[in-house]
């Protein structure tokens, strides 16, 4: 019988997912794709995982008796208003582990992943954030972007939406919500919180590196040819069975050799002030859901409105 995962990291983007799910993947009694982020249920957005059902439960194939828990990261699930209701159907009793972040910030990340991704091709964050609506209409997205709905920064950043509509599906004993924030605080603390949401014991893990953090492309030519390469090396593990699926590093090594590792500079505050209008009424659904606020999340020279 077939093993499927029994819990998912639905999101959100630029939230630290990559990081928690890298590090839950090196315990002994948790198994995560290999394809970190397959998208299979995401079916209303265009980068879904395009091989099938039988190649997405191929993923699981590696895990044994041992693993307790089996689990994969899309972070497009809980924007997606398909994959959560779709998951329900198929895993029973299916946990849900979400990651939320101050959303201006969460946007200004997005927008620099969305660049890496050559989903974008708008540098500056003010006007990709302004060509949203045209960008719902169709207008204005690059060739290499699979879907416009990955442009829209404004709606990916409302949480407080995104989480009310996992409640109104999931009951809230089976969903999980870290906050970035705390996760940066104090990662062992909210490392243990996720093992006993999954019922696994400790492993003493006391390192906690950052994966994923803002980068850009040496050379964006090459970065091209490299997303293509790690592509279709995954497509060869995972899909057709040409490759072992034992890693030999050699994607990850280009990468980190075309890779610039650098902050982004600081928003203007008058346009941090500006994002965190448009999000006030979100933030404080946010907060009403989880039951805490983030005062931190307002700037000193802005009003709660």
């Avoid at 582990?97 to 910030?105: A, L, Q």
């Avoid at 708008?122 to 960008?135: G, S």
């Avoid at 060739?143 to 950043?157: E, F, M, R, T």
């Avoid at 040496?218 to 497509?235: D, E, H, M, Q, T």
Wanted: proline letters at 9%.
């Amino acid at each position: 019988m077939p093993r499927l995962p029994n819990f998912f990291i639905i999101g959100a983007p630029k939230c630290g997912t990559t990081s928690l799910a890298a590090w839950l993947a090196e315990h002994p009694n948790i198994y995560m794709s290999p394809v970190k982020e397959p998208f299979y249920f995401s079916k209303d957005i265009g980068n879904c995982w395009p091989y099938g059902w039988e190649a997405y439960v191929r993923l699981f194939h590696g895990a044994g008796p041992q693993h307790k828990a089996v689990g994969e990261a899309s972070t497009t699930y809980l924007f997606s208003k398909v994959a959560v209701p779709s998951i329900e159907e198929v895993v029973s009793g299916a946990r849900y582990i979400v990651m939320v972040r101050n959303p201006v910030d969460m946007a200004y990340s997005l927008h620099e992943q969305q660049l890496r991704s050559f989903s974008e091709n708008i540098e500056d964050f003010w006007q990709a954030w302004q060509l949203a609506p045209k960008r719902r209409a169709g207008e204005r997205v690059p060739p290499g972007c699979k879907d416009p709905v990955l442009l829209d920064y404004p709606a990916w950043c409302r949480l407080g939406e995104q989480l009310e509509r996992l409640f109104t599906i999931v009951p809230r004993e089976r969903v999980l919500v870290l906050v970035l924030d705390d996760v940066k605080e104090d990662p062992r603390r909210e490392y243990l919180r996720v093992l006993a949401f999954l019922g696994v014991p400790d492993d003493g893990r006391q390192e906690f590196p950052v994966f994923n953090p803002a980068r850009e492309w040496r050379s964006p030519r090459i970065g091209r040819a490299i997303r293509a390469l790690a592509r279709f090396v995954a497509k060869s593990k995972h899909v057709q069975g040409w490759l072992p699926k034992r890693s030999l590093g050699l994607v990850r090594r280009l990468e980190a050799w075309n890779t610039r590792h650098r902050p982004r500079p600081p928003l203007p505050e008058e346009l941090r002030l500006e994002l965190e209008a448009y999000f006030a009424e979100d933030v404080r659904k946010l907060e009403e859901l989880v039951g805490r606020e983030f005062p931190h999340w307002r700037s000193k020279s802005g009003t709660r409105v």
